[in-house]
């Protein structure tokens, strides 16, 4: 526990109960990425604000890079977000655990006692593993989740040291990624997904099948189109029983079957909770209570196209959201909002990187549009004679109406994270074909496709014509 109102870290435990009473202008709990940013962000735009995030944990991992905890990094202490940009920026900091906020009062209680008031309070809580209730053998020993939590991590991490057979349940992308970095570490790895393809909700087909095709080059053993039954063992887990009948034997499975928003502490305090359990804000990122707000995962989500409500989980989306809450806390401003959630994917299997943004064609399709796609394969440096040049796959999805873009997906070497990123602002500006044909772009041998043939560009040429 630490006392944030000294310039120095102080243990809670060495102080008296009158000495840790807290009073803050901005209190934020929860100290991930929507956390930090709120944070941060606040006490940028209200400099002569007093801002306090308050967290559980010592330390905080950075949450996209738990998979690579498994393989890649050697130490989970290189995938720690240091607090230094919380020092820099101003802002204090108290290791403790909410457990009750009054409303009428302005106050937060905590476990040990502290109470804190404030002015405006963020809750960045975020979201939990999810067990599904009906699946038998979920609590068996060497059954597993991800939860960004290190202590839990590193104690997967030590135990699987000693394992060789390990099932994912669940090919989105933790799962997916997981599979990878366990396969580098010579383990016998076998992916279960229920849906056709793995990342299905992402990506339309015929991207998600490239994404198959390398895991399985690389030794990850796929079993699409199939559901777990049961996790079987006596004890400790010893295979899983698939919906099919097929057993498949296993040391441990890990788990990654999506996230739950933590929303006890919201509403416990009377605070609106979603249909899907969400906090429900408004575009300002606000509840119903406008000095309160909540952002990141326990935040509720519309999509920017469909306006219906989003389960998309994203550290990304929540640094949006973090942003647009820190700047509208005690003044709101109509051009910083928050108009939907915009997905926007990318991942890498080895040196083949895939992104996605809005809506698959799918998708699209599902919801009643009627789009136009168009793709094109070109190349991600020129001239393709280059060493470590990839073949760069691009789709888009149009709303034939109007040709404004509904989505886009890309595979190629790993400056697709970039390219995807600019689809997603195409997206959120509601850009045409008619403007990504008139955009200008730079372009250079070793960082991207040719001008004369910029896949981006080429795809929406197949569109126009078709349009």
């Known amino acids: 526990m630490y006392n944030a109102s000294f310039s120095r870290i102080v243990p809670l435990t060495n102080l008296r109960k009158t000495d840790i009473m807290k009073k803050t202008d901005v209190l934020v709990i929860g100290g991930s990425a929507a956390g930090i940013v709120t944070a941060i962000t606040a006490k940028s735009n209200y400099p002569k604000k007093s801002v306090l995030l308050i967290r559980k944990e010592e330390q905080v991992l950075v949450p996209c ?30 290791v403790g655990q909410a457990v009750e906020i009054n409303q009428s009062e302005k106050t937060c209680l905590l476990k040990d006692g502290t109470t804190i008031s404030f002015e405006k309070l963020v809750l960045a809580t975020g979201s939990s593993p999810s067990v599904p209730k009906w699946l038998k053998g979920a609590d068996l020993d060497n059954v597993f989740v991800i939860p960004k939590d290190k202590e839990y991590i590193s104690k997967v991490l030590d135990k699987i040291n000693s394992f060789k057979k390990i099932i994912t349940v669940g090919a989105g992308f933790i799962g997916v990624e997981i599979s990878d970095e366990l396969n580098k570490r010579d383990k016998d790895v076998t992916l279960v997904e229920i849906l056709p393809n793995i990342l299905g909700l992402a990506f339309d087909k015929e991207f998600a099948t490239i994404a198959e095709g390398l895991l399985q080059e690389r030794g990850v053993h796929l079993k699409t189109s199939s559901g777990v039954k049961e996790i079987i063992g006596n004890g400790k887990v010893s295979g899983v029983l698939l919906n099919n009948s097929e057993t498949i034997e296993a040391d441990a499975v890990i788990l990654s079957m999506g996230y739950t928003p933590n929303t006890v502490l919201a509403k416990e305090a009377g605070l609106n909770i979603t249909d899907k359990g969400f906090v429900a804000v408004d575009e300002y990122m606000r509840t119903e209570n406008s000095d309160i707000f909540a952002v990141g995962d326990c935040a509720e989500k519309r999509d920017f196209i469909t306006r219906k409500h989003s389960g998309v989980m994203l550290a990304s989306t929540a640094c949006a959201e973090a942003r647009v809450a820190g700047m509208n806390l005690y003044k709101l401003s109509t051009l910083k909002v928050l108009s939907g959630t915009i997905a926007i994917f990318s991942t890498a299997i080895g040196g083949t990187g895939f992104g996605a943004a809005g809506l698959t064609e799918e998708t699209a399709k599902k919801e009643g549009f009627d789009v136009v796609t168009g793709s094109f394969e070109g190349v991600d440096k020129h001239p393709g004679a280059l060493s470590d040049t990839h073949k760069q796959f691009m789709k888009l999805i149009v709303a034939k109406e109007s040709g404004v873009v509904l989505g886009g997906e890309v595979a190629g070497g790993l400056s697709v994270g970039e390219l995807t990123n600019l689809i997603g602002i195409i997206i959120q500006n509601r850009m045409s074909i008619n403007s990504i044909l008139t955009a200008q772009i730079g372009t250079h041998p070793l960082l991207t496709g040719p001008p004369t043939a910029y896949p981006l560009i080429k795809a929406a040429e197949v569109i126009a014509k078709n349009l």
């Open 65 to 94: 890079g738990i998979p690579y905890i498994f393989g890649s990094l050697d130490s989970i202490e290189k995938n720690i977000i240091p607090d230094a940009g919380l020092s820099k920026a101003g802002v204090d900091l108290m």
